[in-house]
């Protein structure tokens, strides 16, 4: 019997062609990083996340420039014209336009230099071209990254189908800058803030018919602000925009230096909360009954970078706020623990949220080492009682302790003849019990309690005495500290989410074994098949 070979080598034609097609290259998506001839890797993908604005005279008449450093910009006139529109140019009068100066495609990616290839220190550059400039040109755009301590607006120099837009950061530098001297800060009581790195942007938030434009320590890029008239102000730090209002544009701060603005707390009673400053603006209403403007800029605590949260107006008062660990009061070395006989217990880690738990129809809350930071929650002494580090809630907020303070906080072990149980400290509070007609002040202990792993925090109550257990690791002497440490390690890594997805290194692996596999097969069948034909 004869077997035709057309089946076998279509069959083996056919797996090697979707092999080849499998692999056929793809666009490789740009980083937003450059590696300099010495070996320096520049990072600049922190830029990437908002859109930077320019507003400018050109020679001929004033422009709008966007630019979204390392993608596309989401200013929408230039979106809708070009998808992939990076650098952008747009007429306020409506004359021509959109321009896209330059266009960020994978497919055409940036070309990354050194601004002055004999002395790096001046900063990092890419270029990128936009679409087609009249009549036959195409836009070049470079973006020009320069060295500097602190982070600048954008600014924008064109002539002909060229531009170039210009940032200063310190991410452009190739060594480390000394810590800010603080352009945008203040110094306290308690520490120094510096919120210099916030700088350079203009901060943008909507809210009941308004849009509300800011810039952290600096002067705003808004055109409408910066060249309102009337009234004119060219230092505009803060203004908002209501099309419906005359006058439709309000200059209500205006930057004159650091030491111009009036710094404090936002809420003196509790510094953790953070820091605003005040700086004034234009002055509005009839003649003669003119009104200055004001704004409030707060700067508060948040365990993570936030941003501009919210925007408000009351009379003429705007108030923005920013949400950032820079507003933190900065903890200092063992500001919670103590040193022990064999070792030095550190619970800073647990200082930073309350901790809640309900026991006997109370609830009970608890911020170790410091105190309450959620007012208006089940447990609402903040509010009455700015040291409070433990209250207690139901029918009558009773404050049960109060943060000593680091050097005054009475530490000790749970047990002087076993270290190894744990450790803690004691609080009294601001107000009085009452026990068998017997007035004293409430007592409260924090014991951390040695155990391998963490569990939830327990509150048990003897008259006017409450104790506040806290199993952790943390409180192991030094041996059961290590395996306490490698039993939490391991549960972390045991706790990982799988998204189904198979590993790098299972792919690289499995990859090319699965292609050896389909190789053989098909030569083996087309063997086959030559052999049945004999």
């Not at 109370?362 to 433990?390: D, M, N, Q, R, V």
């Not at 509070?429 to 409260?444: F, L, R, S």
Request: a negative charge; one cysteine or more; proline letters at 6%.
């Amino acid at each position: 019997m004869r077997f035709s070979t057309a089946p076998a080598v279509l069959v083996a034609v056919g797996i090697i062609f979707i092999l080849h097609t499998d692999s056929a290259p793809v666009a490789a998506e740009q980083t937003c990083s450059f590696a300099s001839p010495s070996g320096k890797v520049y990072d600049f993908s922190s830029l990437a996340g908002v859109d930077q604005h320019f507003y400018g005279d050109s020679g001929f008449s004033a422009y709008d420039y966007y630019l979204r450093v390392c993608g596309t910009v989401d200013e929408s006139t230039c979106r809708s014209t070009d998808p992939h529109a990076s650098a952008c140019q747009i007429d306020p009068a409506g004359s021509g336009g959109p321009y896209i100066n330059g266009r960020w495609d994978d497919s055409h990616p940036a070309t990354w230099s050194l601004i002055n290839e004999r002395d790096p220190s001046v900063g990092v550059q890419y270029t990128i071209q936009g679409q087609t400039c009249w009549p036959t040109d195409t836009y070049v755009t470079q973006v020009q990254l320069f060295c500097s301590p602190h982070s600048s607006s954008l600014r924008v120099t064109s002539e002909g189908c060229s531009n170039k837009y210009i940032l200063e950061t310190p991410l452009a530098c190739p060594g480390p800058f000394p810590p800010s001297t603080g352009s945008c800060g203040v110094t306290t009581d308690i520490q120094t803030y510096d919120f210099s790195s916030l700088m350079g942007i203009d901060y943008h938030y909507a809210n009941s018919g308004n849009d509300y434009y800011m810039s952290v320590c600096g002067i705003v890029n808004k055109g409408e602000c910066v060249n309102s008239m009337p009234p004119s102000s060219y230092n505009a730090s803060a203004c908002h925009i209501n099309p419906s209002s005359s006058p439709s544009v309000y200059v209500t701060g205006e930057w004159e230096g650091n030491d111009a603005a009036v710094w404090s707390y936002v809420d003196t009673a509790r510094p953790e909360r953070g820091v605003q400053y005040q700086i004034r603006g234009e002055s509005y209403g009839a003649t003669g009954g003119e009104v200055p403007a004001t704004t409030n800029v707060q700067f508060l605590c948040s365990s993570s970078y936030q941003g501009l949260i919210g925007a408000t107006l009351s009379g003429m008062t705007d108030s923005y706020y920013i949400g950032t660990p820079l507003a933190c009061i900065q903890p200092p070395k063992l500001t919670c623990g103590y040193k022990g006989l064999d070792k030095t217990y550190d619970f800073r880690s647990l200082m930073v949220d309350d901790l809640k738990v309900i026991d006997g129809g109370f609830s009970y809350a608890l911020h170790i080492c410091g105190a309450l930071t959620e007012a208006g929650t089940s447990a609402t002494c903040p509010e009455f009682y700015a040291k409070s580090a433990a209250c207690r809630s139901g029918g009558i907020n009773v404050d049960i302790g109060d943060w000593p303070g680091v050097v005054s906080a009475d530490w000790h072990y749970i047990d002087e003849t076993k270290p190894e149980l744990g450790v803690g400290y004691t609080m009294t509070g601001d107000q009085t019990c009452w026990v068998n007609g017997v007035a004293e002040k409430y007592h409260t202990n924090v014991n951390f309690e040695c155990s391998r792993t963490s569990s939830p925090l327990r509150v048990s109550v003897n008259g006017c005495s409450h104790t506040f257990t806290y199993p952790t690791p943390l409180a192991c002497t030094s041996t059961d500290t290590d395996s306490g440490a490698d039993s939490d390690t391991a549960n972390t890594q045991n706790n990982k989410i799988d998204d189904g997805q198979p590993s790098a290194a299972s792919t690289l692996h499995s990859q090319p074994t699965s292609i050896i596999l389909l190789v053989q097969l098909s030569f083996t069948f087309l063997l086959s098949s030559l052999f049945l034909m004999q």
